[in-house]
T-cell receptor, first 112, second 112 residues
């Protein structure tokens, strides 16, 4: 079966500090991978998606970047965090069928 | 497009009643639609999906209706239970792009 792991689960970082959130998927190969952000009590915003190693599509110009160094690894980064980067970050993959995406448990980021 | 930055609308339903959650999607080229349930502090979970060549699909206690003419999707939950309390999101995708766009989300509150 396919599983998706995200870490860390919670993170409190000062403004201007770097960020690295990691996501790995098991039980599938060559998945499409996604990063979404959700502000408290709000909807899901697509940040990045990747259809293969080294292939990253950015949906919203911002202070964040993504990388896919391995087939089942997706990393969300920032060199200098802003207060507005606070939120709930969700990684997702499209599994074996490719029709539905499945989410990880999310990473809470608070920038102070 | 993406409905981000909007506070979630709330639907309050008496336990045992039926719930209807609505969603308007934006892209007429979308050919696959999914409903997700998100409990507090967790990632969204798949509920039910429907392809654009269908107008209705039923699952266990849930039914999804699709009206492509007006680009409207609805989720019906029969005999709503306290465990149904959550935020519900619809997602649309053009399967040629694998880019999943989420609606605003609706918070469902089940009243005892």
């Amino acid at each position: 079966s396919q599983t998706i792991h995200q870490w860390p689960a919670t993170l409190v970082q000062p403004v201007g500090s770097p960020l690295s959130l990691e996501c790995t998927v098991e039980g599938t190969s060559n998945p499409n991978l996604y990063w979404y952000r959700q502000a408290a009590g709000r909807g899901l915003q697509l940040l990045f998606y990747s259809v293969g190693i080294g292939q990253i599509s950015s949906e919203v110009p911002q202070n964040l970047s993504a990388s896919r160094p391995q087939d089942r690894q997706f990393i969300l980064s920032s060199k200098k965090l802003l207060l507005s980067d606070s939120g709930f970050y969700l990684c997702a993959h499209n599994g074996q069928t490719g029709n539905t995406i499945y989410f990880g448990e999310g990473s809470w980021l608070t920038v102070v | 497009g993406e409905s981000v930055g909007l506070h979630l609308p709330t639907l309050s339903v008496q336990e045992g009643d039926n719930s209807i959650i609505n969603c308007a999607y934006s892209n007429s080229a979308s050919d696959y639609f999914i409903w997700y349930k998100q409990e507090s502090g967790k990632g969204p979970q798949f509920i039910i999906d429907i392809r654009s060549n269908m107008d209705k699909r039923q699952g266990q206690r849930v039914t999804v209706l699709l009206n492509k003419t007006v680009k409207h999707l609805s989720l019906q939950i029969a005999a709503t239970q306290p465990g149904d309390s959550a935020v519900y999101f619809c997602a649309e995708v053009n399967s040629g792009t694998y880019k999943y766009i989420f609606g605003t989300g609706t918070r469902l509150k089940v009243l005892a």
